[in-house]
T-cell receptor, first 114, second 108 residues
Framework: NAGVMQNPRHLVRRRGQEARLRCSPMKGHSHVYWYRQLPEEGLKFMVYLQKENIIDESGMPKERFSAEFPKEGPSILRIQQVVRGDSAAYFC????????????FGQGTRLTVV | KNEVEQSPQNLTAQEGEFITINCSYSVGISALHWLQQHPGGGIVSLFMLSSGKKKHGRLIATINIQEKHSSLHITASHPRDSAVYICAVISGTYKYIFGTGTRLKVLA
């Protein structure tokens, strides 16, 4: 049973480009969470999704950031027109249920904006 | 003040030492999660607990709900234990709130 898979592991984008980060949850998991880890800071919640639904996006910047978790395929975190301040590690986690059940984390995608 | 505070922020130990990392929180929680992160690496789950104590190998985690405090202990520490240890609480039904981590270095 593979764990949470994120790709790419490393992504370099020039300012103004788009970044697409992918997350495949563990088998049987229908709840996905995205977190951002800025350099030298702790992880911060961004968004919580279930299949085809955004449950809570209170941690997402209002502009340029969007997330989806389609019926088929991985969850996607999309950052449009990236800026240097978007450089961070983005972690995805999944859980079988919501409601305080244990979440399992992926390896993260390290985004560098140059 | 952060809702989840860890101490110490940095810790250097000699191989074989007993290590304790502390976590205090100020919010109501349904569970607490100890995580491990190696430099440049992913995040690994160590323990999830809502009461009492759990043990796995050389690792022990305890939680005191009344005092809003948890500790992670490492017995007979080893250089491969060097990592960042993160305390996270689940507040409400699903939202993780993370501490800033404790950076542990174990010297041979």
């Amino acid at each position: 049973n593979a764990g949470v898979m994120q790709n790419p592991r490393h992504l370099v984008r020039r300012r103004g480009q788009e970044a697409r980060l992918r997350c495949s949850p563990m088998k049987g998991h229908s709840h996905v969470y995205w977190y951002r880890q800025l350099p030298e800071e702790g992880l911060k919640f961004m968004v919580y999704l279930q299949k085809e639904n955004i449950i809570d996006e209170s941690g997402m910047p209002k502009e340029r950031f969007s997330a989806e978790f389609p019926k088929e395929g991985p969850s996607i975190l999309r950052i449009q027109q990236v800026v240097r301040g978007d450089s961070a590690a983005y972690f995805c986690a999944s859980s079988r249920q919501g409601g305080g059940t244990e979440a399992f984390f992926g390896q993260g995608t390290r985004l560098t904006v140059v | 003040k952060n809702e989840v505070e860890q101490s110490p922020q940095n810790l250097t130990a000699q191989e074989g030492e007993f290590i304790t990392i502390n976590c205090s929180y100020s919010v109501g929680i349904s569970a607490l999660h100890w995580l491990q992160q190696h430099p440049g690496g992913g995040i690994v789950s160590l323990f999830m607990l809502s009461s009492g104590k759990k043990k796995h190998g050389r690792l022990i985690a305890t939680i005191n709900i009344q005092e809003k405090h948890s500790s992670l202990h490492i017995t007979a520490s080893h250089p491969r234990d060097s990592a960042v240890y993160i305390c996270a609480v689940i507040s409400g039904t699903y939202k993780y709130i993370f501490g800033t981590g404790t950076r542990l270095k174990v010297l041979a």
